[in-house]
């Protein structure tokens, strides 16, 4: 198959990417999509940022086609850019042409354009648990001033109701009460990336390079020096395949990775933009425990969930909410918009649970209901999910429940919260070892003074019922850290 890309279409602060196939996109709906950055002026950018952009998004997609791809730009593409991407989606199969004879590039046309008040530091700000406590590390680490929420309107699907609701409740909920609180700057974003893909391509989606990536132009125009998505460690677990082969999960998340990445923009764009994931430390009631304790404020400002209302926190009913109002209860914390009786008389998630209780499952996994599609959490979060529930003091609650509510909660309970499992309130040191040593001395330093820093991966690991293993500095060299530009030595 042969793609021929046109030359990114720029007007203020908007580009829109366009190609023709000489096959029908099995993946996509249309052969184009956008993105908007508010306020910037794209034209200071060189064409080859853009490249970057479109090659970290759609080699995925390219390589997903079971035939040589031939991917023809208009202009030369940096050979480093096309080799990291290349090896960032294992896309062999997919050549890019033609490659220019330099390696790398300079992003900006002329002289760097920064916005009047740059700030070091920027967060991917989905408004959640995970994206606030990054917010109030890197504000006290860096201090407030010097850090930028970068947040995109990106909707699934290409509905402009869906926008308009999507811009709304993020910009009334997330960014304006987070400038309000914690003094920090916020740059919003919109992209319909997501939304152009049929169903055949939802696996082929971006993950963090929508962001990493996507956000480049205002990673540069804010002079940002350090920037962070928000994944916790326990979903990076190893596994073994039947076939003996080692799985890594979320292999371009994992630390190692990210230190390619960092390096490649240092190398690629002459500037040093590290890419990092500082909660991956903690994970669910780790982060929410830290919050709590640190900055208590934040729990009356976290958006838990993704679907309530434009002007509402929460659902109820979705398993982010239930973990926020689980960890409010194991932690005995309340928040005045949550309405916890009513969460626990009504919540889907609730009757779906009674119901499971009422069928006769029997308590067979450290006392416990096993995991299954019903709990709150993903299988990797199952030990974590039942230490919650354990948590959980029936005789001290943080409020009073109504006699349904707490009938409900003490089946759930004694569904979940038979065991303590303790360790799972502690912070992995190598965790934070991965971060780098200033960024996680810094953060060690902050959580020793609230949780347990162990040398140890916290104990039991499960996935559901099958035990796991986690080796959070594996894979030691992966692809993308193989390429030479990235050990330090000319392609
Ligand atoms: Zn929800």
């Known amino acids: 198959m042969d793609v021929w890309v046109e030359k990114p279409l720029i007007e203020g602060d908007s580009v829109t990417f366009q190609w023709t196939q000489s096959e029908a996109n099995h993946f996509q709906r249309e052969n184009s999509f956008s993105f908007r950055y508010e306020g910037l002026q794209l034209e200071v ?161 971006p993950h963090l390079e929508l962001y990493t990536v996507g956000a480049l132009p205002t990673l540069l125009a804010w002079g940002v020096e350090i920037s962070t998505f928000t994944a916790n460690w326990t979903i990076m677990s190893t596994e073994r395949r039947r076939t003996g082969k080692w799985v890594y999960r979320y292999a371009p998340s994992r630390p190692t990775a990210l230190v390619a990445q960092s390096k490649h923009y240092r190398a690629t764009l002459g500037v040093p933009i590290t890419v990092t994931n500082v909660v991956l430390p903690f994970h669910g009631l780790a982060a929410h425990l830290l919050l709590t304790k640190r900055y208590p404020k934040t729990i009356d400002q976290i958006v838990p969930c993704t679907l309530a209302g434009v002007d509402r926190r929460s659902c109820y009913h979705c398993i982010k909410c239930v973990l926020f109002a689980l960890s409010c209860f194991a932690t005995k914390t309340t928040t005045p918009d949550f309405d916890f009786d009513y969460f626990w008389r009504e919540s889907k998630f609730v009757k779906r649970s009674m119901e499971l209780a009422e069928s006769g499952v029997e308590n067979s996994m450290f006392g416990n209901v096993p995991w299954s599609r019903a709990f709150f959490i993903g299988s990797r979060g199952y030990i974590m999910g039942c230490h919650i529930v354990a948590r959980i003091d029936l005789s001290n609650l943080p409020i009073e429940l109504t006699v349904d509510a707490l009938a409900n909660l003490t089946t759930f309970h004694a569904m979940y919260g038979n065991t303590l499992f303790p360790d799972q309130e502690a912070i992995p040191r190598i965790a934070l070892d991965l971060l780098g040593e200033e960024l996680g001395n810094r953060i060690g330093i902050i959580a020793s003074q609230h949780m347990e820093i162990v040398d140890r991966i916290p104990q039991p690991t499960f996935s559901g019922s099958t035990p796991i293993e986690y080796s959070l500095d594996e894979p030691r060299e992966p692809r993308v850290a193989m390429l030479e530009h990235i050990r330090g030595r000319n392609i």
């Open 45 to 205: 950018f060189s064409i080859e940022l853009f490249y970057e952009i479109f090659l970290a998004l759609q080699l995925r997609v390219f390589s997903a086609y079971h035939e040589a791809v031939t991917v023809h730009f208009p202009t030369p593409v940096p050979a480093f850019t096309a080799a990291f991407w290349s090896a960032y989606h294992n896309s062999e199969r997919v050549m890019v042409t033609p490659i220019s004879e330099f390696g790398g590039y300079r992003p900006w046309v002329g002289e760097p354009v920064l916005v009047t008040q740059p700030r070091k530091a920027a967060v991917f700000f989905g408004g959640g648990k995970d994206s606030t406590l990054a917010t109030c590390l890197f504000s006290e680490i860096y201090g407030a001033n010097d850090v930028v929420l970068i947040q995109f309107v990106g909707p699934l699907r290409n509905d402009p109701k869906l926008t308009r609701y999507l811009e709304e409740r993020q910009e009334r909920l997330m960014l304006k009460p987070a400038t309000e609180q914690f003094g920090v700057a916020t740059q919003r974003g919109w992209t319909n990336y997501q939304a152009i893909f049929r169903e055949e391509g939802y696996a082929l989606r």
